[in-house]
């Protein structure tokens, strides 16, 4: 028989994502419903070395299910990786009666549960990056709302580059990862992608494919560059030097974690923060909540940080039909 389970805290950390605020939503409301008393850990795991705790209240969930951000605020805690910072955590857990944590973050975050599990204190995880690089999950809370804006704006950039006949460079986010630049990619017609996860040949993956949009009449161009893959100001450079046009440089930045998060955001985290708070409750640790097929189901911390998430291959086929340029 587990433990009975009567204070759950749940904290945000690593970088922000729209659907944030609606998981630690239905965390509160989850443990409302079993009894279970909601402690909100302010500031990422910087909030459990300091004590930053307190209870939550239906006042402060709401309305969050709609808002950008999170009411619980993030951080990153260097301290954390350190076994003094973790044992102040422990002490935390203890002062606080603390008997299981839902973690919200990425990869970084969910090392850190790893850590505070092998201290013995139960967590789950909620995977919240608009990366969507963790690898166990096939979708991450707000991957879809950053796709929107991300391209909200690109289409916005097209109608002017379009009158001025130009070239455009995006620089998009995602850190080591290109799942976000592929998917923008696909759903704004871009000339071409560049992605880690590629080797890249830049004659063959851009100028050539300026090159042949030429050659079909297009006079506008839309390169989008995922960070992780190159200098968006050094891909312009290059097309420069390249066809001699002059493109003009947008890097959409910290634009594409904030908004109100969509539908698919809120749901995908209501159902998270629901299914995490049951998997604590049922005496589960040391899991991150998933979706796979469709389903939510959880997976050992220490097995999915050892996963290795590619870019899904129909979408790489589709973007290198749909920017016309064979191997
Ligand atoms: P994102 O990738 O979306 O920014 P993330 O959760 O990966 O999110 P990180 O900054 O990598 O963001 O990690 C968040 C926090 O998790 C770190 O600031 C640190 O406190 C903790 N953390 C990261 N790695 C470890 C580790 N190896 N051991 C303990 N804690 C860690």
Redesign the pocket.
């Given at each position: 028989m587990s433990k009975q389970i009567k204070r759950i805290g749940v904290l945000t950390?690593?970088?922000d994502?729209p659907g944030m605020n609606a998981a630690v939503r239905a965390v509160y409301r989850t443990c409302v419903n079993r009894n279970i008393e909601c402690l909100g850990i302010f500031r990422?795991?910087n909030g459990l070395i300091n004590g930053d705790v307190r209870r939550l209240t239906q006042s402060d969930v709401s309305h969050i299910i709609s808002r950008g951000g999170t009411v619980l605020y993030s951080?990153?805690?260097?301290e954390?990786?350190t076994e003094a910072g973790?044992q102040k955590a422990v002490n935390t857990c203890k002062l606080f009666g603390i008997d299981g944590i839902v973690a919200i973050?990425?990869?970084?975050?969910?090392?850190?549960a790893l850590?505070l599990s092998k201290h013995g204190i139960s967590v789950v995880g909620i995977p919240g990056?608009?990366?969507n690089d963790i690898a166990s999950t096939a979708y991450t809370i707000g991957f879809d709302t950053a796709a929107n804006t991300a391209v909200e704006c690109i289409d916005k950039l097209r109608d002017t580059m379009q009158s001025h006949e130009r070239c455009s460079v995006v620089e998009i986010m995602g850190?080591d990862a290109g799942h976000l630049a592929v998917y923008v990619g696909l759903a704004t017609g871009a000339t071409a992608v560049l992605v880690p996860e590629l080797p890249i040949d830049f004659e063959r993956d851009v100028i050539e494919k300026i090159r042949a949009a030429r050659l079909n009449g297009f006079t506008h161009y839309m390169i989008v560059v995922a960070e992780g893959a190159a200098k968006a100001m050094e891909v312009a450079e290059k097309i420069k030097e390249g066809t001699g046009l002059d493109p003009r440089v947008t890097v959409l930045g910290h634009i594409q974690r904030g908004g109100s998060p969509t539908a698919r955001d809120r749901v995908t985290a209501t159902r998270m923060g629901y299914y995490a708070v049951e998997a604590l409750a049922a005496g589960k640790t040391n899991r991150i909540i998933c979706i796979r097929d469709g389903k939510n189901i959880d997976v050992d911390i220490e097995e999915a940080l050892s996963m290795h998430k590619g870019i899904n291959q129909l979408d790489l086929d589709t973007l290198k039909t749909m920017t016309g340029i064979n191997d």
């Amino acid at each position: 028989m587990s433990k009975q389970i009567k204070r759950i805290g749940v904290l945000t950390s690593g970088g922000d994502a729209p659907g944030m605020n609606a998981a630690v939503r239905a965390v509160y409301r989850t443990c409302v419903n079993r009894n279970i008393e909601c402690l909100g850990i302010f500031r990422g795991w910087n909030g459990l070395i300091n004590g930053d705790v307190r209870r939550l209240t239906q006042s402060d969930v709401s309305h969050i299910i709609s808002r950008g951000g999170t009411v619980l605020y993030s951080a990153r805690s260097p301290e954390f990786k350190t076994e003094a910072g973790q044992q102040k955590a422990v002490n935390t857990c203890k002062l606080f009666g603390i008997d299981g944590i839902v973690a919200i973050g990425g990869d970084g975050t969910f090392r850190g549960a790893l850590a505070l599990s092998k201290h013995g204190i139960s967590v789950v995880g909620i995977p919240g990056t608009i990366d969507n690089d963790i690898a166990s999950t096939a979708y991450t809370i707000g991957f879809d709302t950053a796709a929107n804006t991300a391209v909200e704006c690109i289409d916005k950039l097209r109608d002017t580059m379009q009158s001025h006949e130009r070239c455009s460079v995006v620089e998009i986010m995602g850190r080591d990862a290109g799942h976000l630049a592929v998917y923008v990619g696909l759903a704004t017609g871009a000339t071409a992608v560049l992605v880690p996860e590629l080797p890249i040949d830049f004659e063959r993956d851009v100028i050539e494919k300026i090159r042949a949009a030429r050659l079909n009449g297009f006079t506008h161009y839309m390169i989008v560059v995922a960070e992780g893959a190159a200098k968006a100001m050094e891909v312009a450079e290059k097309i420069k030097e390249g066809t001699g046009l002059d493109p003009r440089v947008t890097v959409l930045g910290h634009i594409q974690r904030g908004g109100s998060p969509t539908a698919r955001d809120r749901v995908t985290a209501t159902r998270m923060g629901y299914y995490a708070v049951e998997a604590l409750a049922a005496g589960k640790t040391n899991r991150i909540i998933c979706i796979r097929d469709g389903k939510n189901i959880d997976v050992d911390i220490e097995e999915a940080l050892s996963m290795h998430k590619g870019i899904n291959q129909l979408d790489l086929d589709t973007l290198k039909t749909m920017t016309g340029i064979n191997d």
